[in-house]
């Protein structure tokens, strides 16, 4: 597949084939906006060879057909996975860039470019790799190009980011979003797109979830009469943190329809919201979303799951008259 709906201006904004190109590009946004679909169209349509009228690479040309495999002229370094025992990116490979800028490309006039995914990864321990990065930032050879992507511009060095073109990675709008849900066979799916930013394709990559969310909600929606047991064995093999996000904005719908009759996440379930919004006590319920805030901080750290999720549970029967 191309590119998403959404980013075909943002593609139109980057001139590819302009004379007057940059050489360094930072692409910034969430990573469920196809942030890394959109930077790694643009490494591949300044290799290939025969551009179509898109200005997106042809995939047939000799150069797309190397690319599938791993062209000489392209380097892609990709953050290593976030569970892995190394969170950054290999310093030697940061190392080897500026050689491998100054070798000149396989082609006539060629572009050498550099794609260097999830560069938040670079800083923090890793002031070396910056360093090395800046080096080649600073003195770039001809016909080189640099591209970063980052969903969280503040974690880089500003000596970077200022001498990168910041391209912002555009989100659907919601009847974007609603489509290509629809679109991709995944319509069933779109109630909940409130509760993932929007962003259709974190719907998606949580699909696995919605099951456990829908039996979750059922419950939360019977208010005083919930019951731990319904979901109990459900909700421990789930991850702790998503369930700890979903009951905290399920309790944010349900305090901001009390205080202005208007929902975020859930319009899908509203008759119920405003039910248990009637029947809530509101200092009990600004009580429980203080508990639930402060679980939600250390949710990621070894705590006892059930224990903490059954009083959480026991606090919230007793919000409802
Ligand atoms: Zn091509």
Redesign the pocket.
């Known amino acids: 597949m191309s590119l998403y709906p959404w980013q075909e201006k943002a593609w139109e904004s980057l001139n590819i084939g302009n004379a007057k190109m940059h050489h360094a590009y930072l692409f910034v946004g969430s990573y469920g906006t196809g942030l890394e679909k959109l930077a790694n169209t643009f490494a591949s349509s300044l290799i290939?060879?025969?551009l179509k009228d898109t200005k997106q690479?042809?995939?047939?040309?000799q150069?797309?057909q190397w690319m599938l495999t791993e062209h000489p002229d392209l380097k892609i370094i990709n953050n290593p996975q976030e569970e892995s025992d190394s969170e950054y990116i290999p310093i030697e490979e940061i190392r080897n860039l500026k050689d491998f800028l100054t070798l000149s490309s396989h082609k006539k006039n060629g572009n050498k470019v550099i794609l260097i995914n999830k560069a938040e990864n670079l800083t923090a321990a890793q002031e070396w790799s910056s360093n090395a990065l800046l080096k080649s930032l600073e003195e770039p050879p001809e016909n080189s190009y640099i591209i970063l992507t980052t969903d969280n511009i503040s974690s880089l060095l500003p000596t970077i980011v200022s001498r990168c073109v910041i391209v912002s990675a555009p989100s659907p709008t919601k009847e974007e979003a609603r489509s290509f849900l629809y679109e991709q066979g995944y319509e069933k799916l779109s109630s909940q797109l409130p509760l993932f930013s929007n962003l259709p394709l974190d719907v998606i990559a949580h699909q696995s979830d919605s099951e456990l969310f829908t039996i979750m909600i059922n419950e939360f929606e019977k208010g005083r009469d919930f019951e731990l047991m319904a979901i109990e064995p459900k909700w421990l093999t789930a991850d702790f943190t998503e369930t700890i996000n979903l009951l905290q904005k399920w309790l944010y719908d349900i305090f901001l329809f009390k205080m202005t009759t208007k929902f975020h996440f859930f319009e899908s379930k509203k008759e119920n919201i405003k039910k248990l919004s009637d029947a809530a006590d509101i200092t009990k319920l600004l009580n429980l979303l203080k508990s639930v805030n402060s679980i939600k901080l250390i949710s990621n750290r070894p705590i006892n799951k059930d224990i903490s999720f059954d009083n959480l549970m026991v606090e919230y029967r007793n919000v409802f008259k």
Request: hydrophobic share 10%; net charge neutral.
């Open positions: 290939c060879s025969n690479a042809c995939r047939n040309c150069d797309c």
